[in-house]
């Protein structure tokens, strides 16, 4: 049992501390962070071992005097001075150079842009389509230029070792080369509020040529489904769910979409307006254009993010959920 296990986690270069080593940084890194920790391990040992050892040997005791000749020894302290700096610099060393070659990227990688958003993330590919999970072909170094629609979020890829805020207002980047084929966690490490959790996604690494089929096959993604199921595809896609629910009840952010089409809401300034087809999307483009009396607008603005294809399949969706 136990020897399946170990196997188990060498096969998948993980273990029982790290998790799977999934790019070509991962060992380095580890090797790095193991590196610190046996350093620490050994001074600790030796530190506190001493120190106890001392504590209990030279205690104040009746009828022994303390000898106070010695005031230092110069030898011994120029050897506990010189080895952790030289101890340090080699830390610095192994770190600064596996620094440089993280933030060094090279020219001939895929691109693929990252908005984090709350609370979803969208990875958009070199052909224009987007998806909530990320998939990046193995063996072959990919870039991911990234930027945030509204408060700092962070990228996390444990299996590859790889770590980056996300601003809004400025870009930052992050490369790596998959090494592992399969799915690993992807998460937001910096607190971005109450839907931070929910930002906890997945990055699918393919075969290359695996990769370009899923790549023609995800650019068709609404085929062979009716407008009402691609509208709910789309629904997840962007993370309306971070603030609507679709099963009547409200949720704390926004309104339920279930038996939204063809009321009548009444907006913060008295006049009404029948739920349609041009009240949804306007909604979805430009939400703080119209608010229903008592609400707050905090929904995201859509324009420019969203397919008018898209927009069709959300209003179908709505229909559907008339009661
Ligand atoms: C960040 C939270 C948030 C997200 C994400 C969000 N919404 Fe909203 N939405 C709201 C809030 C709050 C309101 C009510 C106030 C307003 O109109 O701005 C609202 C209102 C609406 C309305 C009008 C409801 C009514 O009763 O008039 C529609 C339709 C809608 N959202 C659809 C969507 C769709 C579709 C998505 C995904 C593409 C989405 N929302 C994403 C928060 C959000
Ligand atoms: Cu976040």
Redesign the pocket.
Known sequence: MLSALTSLAAQQGRSFWMPTQGSTFAPEVDGVFQFIFWLSVFFFVIIIGLMTVFVIRYRRRPGIEADNSITHNTKLEVFWTVVPSLLVLVIFYLGFRGYIRARTVPGDTYQINVLGK?WVWSFTYPNGFSTNELHVPLGRPVSLTMTSDDVIHSLWIPAFRIKMDVVPGRYSKLWFVATEKGEFPILCTEYCGTGHSDMLTKVVVHEPSDFMKWMDEAGNQYEGMNPAEAGEK??KK???F???TLDGKDHP???T?KG?WG?M?TLSDGKKVL?DEN??RE??LD??A???KG??????V?KGM?KDEEITF?IEL?KSLKD
């Open positions: 709350k789309v629904f962007y993370g309306c971070a603030c609507h952010i926004g309104p979409l939204l009321k809401e739920v009240y949804i909604s979805i939400p703080q119209k608010i229903v609400r707050t607008p905090s929904m995201t859509f969203i959300l709505i």
